[in-house]
């Protein structure tokens, strides 16, 4: 019996892919982890809201005529960065996430799915190699962190397990690896240039039973370069490359068809300054480039609204 349940999983897990999107469970956090290190006794907090529009259904880097499904995911994230001393930063990223899926097949009738709650929880520690200055226009950190399976990964709907990558969390415990440099100043001019670099190591989660093979998402990269043009006053434009890689997923050590590629991203935005250490961010990703491995859905449209505010209070650490 338990044989024959471990087959029938596997066979349902197949059979739902092509329902998945190319995203993974959860909310975006890696794509997140763009604020630099602060300086010692500074609290930077970041409210961010992203809503990800997937319509679009790619053959690797071919686009295929699928107008019977869709897939809307909202993400609500809140970062906290502490300058514990001048060379560390604490940084804690907390999520929430609503996924909306319609299928509309051509014949039969529709289908919808709404799945919302608390998304995992990430921590990191960074450290500053080189600090932004009068003399020294470069700034280098790294950092290194976990990722927390606070998010549900096991949520049915009607008795079932709904897909893996409709779950609020994806139930591991994960590696989460980060870089930032920063050059001010460029040409001589108020523009400045922006590299982010983070990486995810996914662990194993049971998510059919402890007795049955694990389930395992692809690891993920994602590298974000640009340029911020500093006006001094009111209205900072940006420009930034996203380019995302992940890894196929996996299920009792075997990869999963039709998940893991390519994705590179246009993502236009802007700062306003509204009052002194109070910063409001909207910003957009347009899709340039994917190659994906099989048939998948994948993202039309991606924008977001951020805010971002600056508390300075007395450190009574002396590092």
Same mark, same amino acid.
């Given at each position: 019996? #338990? #044989?024959?349940?471990?087959?029938?999983?596997?066979?349902?897990?197949?059979?739902?892919?092509?329902? *998945?999107?190319?995203?993974?469970?959860?909310?975006?956090?890696?794509?997140?982890?763009?604020?630099?290190?602060?300086?010692?006794?500074?609290? *930077?907090?970041?409210?961010?809201?992203?809503?990800?529009?997937?319509?679009?259904?790619?053959?690797?880097?071919?686009?295929?005529?699928?107008? %019977?499904?869709?897939?809307?995911?909202?993400?609500?994230?809140?970062?906290?960065?502490?300058?514990?001393?001048? #060379?560390?930063?604490? %940084?804690?990223?907390?999520?929430?996430?609503?996924?909306?899926?319609?299928?509309?097949?051509?014949?039969?009738?529709?289908?919808?799915? %709404?799945?919302?709650?608390?998304?995992?929880?990430?921590?990191?520690?960074?450290?500053?190699?080189?600090?932004?200055?009068?003399? @020294? &226009?470069?700034?280098?950190?790294?950092?290194?962190?976990?990722?927390?399976?606070?998010?549900?990964?096991?949520?049915?709907?009607?008795?079932?397990?709904?897909?893996?990558?409709? =779950?609020?969390?994806?139930?591991?415990?994960? /590696? /989460?690896?980060?870089? !930032?440099?920063?050059?001010?100043?460029?040409?001589? /001019?108020?523009?400045?240039?922006?590299?982010?670099?983070?990486?995810?190591? @996914?662990?194993?989660?049971?998510? !059919?039973?402890? =007795?049955?093979? %694990?389930? #395992?998402?692809?690891?993920?990269?994602?590298?974000?370069?640009?340029?911020?043009?500093?006006?001094?006053? $009111? !209205?900072?434009?940006?420009?930034?490359? &996203?380019? &995302?890689?992940?890894? =196929?997923? *996996?299920?009792?050590?075997?990869?999963?068809? @039709?998940?893991?590629?390519?994705?590179?991203?246009?993502?236009?935005?802007? @700062?306003?300054?509204?009052?002194?250490? $109070?910063?409001?961010?909207?910003?957009?990703? /347009?899709?340039?480039? &994917?190659?994906?491995?099989?048939?998948?859905?994948?993202?039309?449209?991606?924008?977001?609204?951020?805010?971002?505010?600056?508390?300075?209070?007395?450190?009574?650490?002396?590092?």
């Amino acid at each position: 019996m #338990k #044989k024959l349940i471990y087959i029938l999983a596997a066979f349902l897990y197949t059979q739902i892919v092509y329902a *998945q999107a190319c995203c993974t469970a959860g909310t975006p956090l890696l794509g997140s982890l763009e604020m630099s290190t602060t300086k010692k006794g500074v609290w *930077q907090f970041g409210l961010n809201y992203e809503y990800n529009s997937l319509q679009d259904v790619y053959e690797g880097s071919s686009q295929l005529i699928d107008q %019977t499904r869709e897939r809307i995911t909202q993400s609500i994230l809140f970062e906290v960065n502490y300058g514990f001393s001048s #060379k560390i930063t604490l %940084t804690g990223l907390f999520s929430f996430v609503n996924q909306q899926r319609l299928i509309d097949p051509l014949t039969g009738s529709n289908n919808s799915l %709404t799945i919302n709650g608390i998304g995992d929880l990430m921590f990191l520690v960074k450290y500053n190699i080189l600090s932004l200055s009068i003399v @020294n &226009r470069n700034e280098l950190a790294v950092g290194a962190g976990i990722k927390a399976p606070t998010g549900q990964s096991d949520v049915k709907s009607n008795g079932i397990l709904v897909p893996a990558d409709m =779950q609020p969390g994806t139930g591991s415990w994960d /590696i /989460i690896l980060w870089s !930032f440099y920063s050059h001010a100043n460029l040409f001589e /001019i108020p523009l400045n240039l922006l590299v982010n670099i983070s990486y995810r190591i @996914n662990n194993t989660n049971p998510r !059919f039973g402890s =007795q049955f093979s %694990t389930y #395992k998402f692809g690891n993920e990269f994602i590298s974000t370069i640009g340029f911020v043009y500093l006006t001094g006053g $009111f !209205f900072d434009p940006s420009l930034f490359v &996203r380019i &995302r890689h992940t890894a =196929q997923d *996996q299920f009792s050590l075997g990869d999963i068809p @039709n998940t893991g590629g390519n994705w590179i991203n246009l993502v236009p935005g802007f @700062n306003l300054n509204l009052i002194d250490n $109070f910063t409001l961010r909207a910003s957009g990703q /347009i899709p340039i480039y &994917r190659d994906l491995i099989g048939t998948q859905l994948t993202t039309t449209l991606t924008a977001s609204l951020a805010f971002t505010y600056v508390l300075k209070v007395n450190n009574p650490f002396e590092l």
